[in-house]
């Protein structure tokens, strides 16, 4: 009777050490699934198709004048960095700096040189995501608030002769759209994302003239306009999920 005792206690033993340490194990990949479930979020990305279409207005004024612009890859430098955070697999909160630079030169038919622009601006869109799936392809929704600074000048000189137009302009918009993160591996994707936007801001013009030879210059306020902007965008980009 006490030798069977004794047998029940190490049986007993035996079974609560195994069912505990199968739980610790449980436990500990439990753990590791929940911190994978959470990642730090660094991608780049550029627009490879992109279209502008823009109104300015003079304020108190009813003329407007409405451009129209194509961005595409292989033109101008047109990058983004995207930085954030990834949680519970399915959302991502992050913020997008954006970098746009442009320059043209013109040419008269008559050989001479023609005016040349420098466009810079910069953009700080914070973001949000919601990832459907968590396969190798994961379509996802994107929102977006966009602050946009831009700088540009146009000069031309002749004969000694200087003149500039400086433009500054800002802009608070938002985009929405949808794409997709294809992942060939577990901590890396390629992104598609179709995006359109609205946003409206200012912009301030600067007319600045100068003579070298008779040191005559001129420098003078000649717009203050109210601009809106509407904005298609087809970004293509890659991104680490650490």
């Known amino acids: 009777m006490q030798r069977s005792w004794i047998v029940g206690l190490f049986v007993g033993l035996f079974v609560f050490c195994q069912l505990s340490g199968e739980a610790q194990a449980r436990r500990k990949i439990d753990t590791y699934k929940r911190s994978s479930d959470s990642h730090f979020v660094l991608g780049i990305d550029s ?7 823009s109104t300015h207005q003079e304020k108190g004024e009813d003329l407007k004048r409405t451009d129209g612009q194509f961005n595409l890859a292989l033109g101008s430098p047109n990058f983004a960095l995207i930085m954030g955070g990834a949680f519970k697999e399915h959302f991502l909160l992050g913020a997008r700096f954006g970098l746009n630079f442009n320059h043209t030169t013109m040419e008269y038919d008559h050989g001479g040189k023609g005016p040349s622009t420098d466009a810079l601006a910069f ?6 995501e919601y990832i459907f799936l968590t396969k190798t ?3 996802f929704i994107r929102l977006m608030m966009d602050m946009e600074v831009g700088y540009a000048n146009i000069n031309e000189s002749d004969s000694g002769i200087s003149e500039d137009l400086a433009t500054t302009t800002w802009l608070l918009g ?8 294809i992942f060939p591996t577990d901590s890396f994707s390629i992104d598609l994302a179709l995006m359109l936007g609205y946003g409206g ?3 301030k013009s600067t007319y600045t003239y100068e003579d070298t030879e008779t040191g005559e210059e001129d420098s003078n306020v000649v717009q203050r306009l109210d601009q809106t902007r509407f904005r298609f965008q087809l970004l293509f980009g890659f991104t680490g999920w650490i």
Not at 123 to 128: A, I, Q, Y
Not at 174 to 181: I, K, L, N, T
Request: proline share 7%; aromatic share 12%; net charge positive.
């Open 123 to 128: 953009t700080l869109s914070p973001l949000f």
């Open 174 to 181: 938002f985009q929405a759209g949808a794409g997709m993160h």
């Open 201 to 203: 801001g200012k912009s």
């Open 47 to 53: 627009s490879l198709l992109g279209y502008d279409l």
């Open 137 to 139: 392809v994961r379509p």
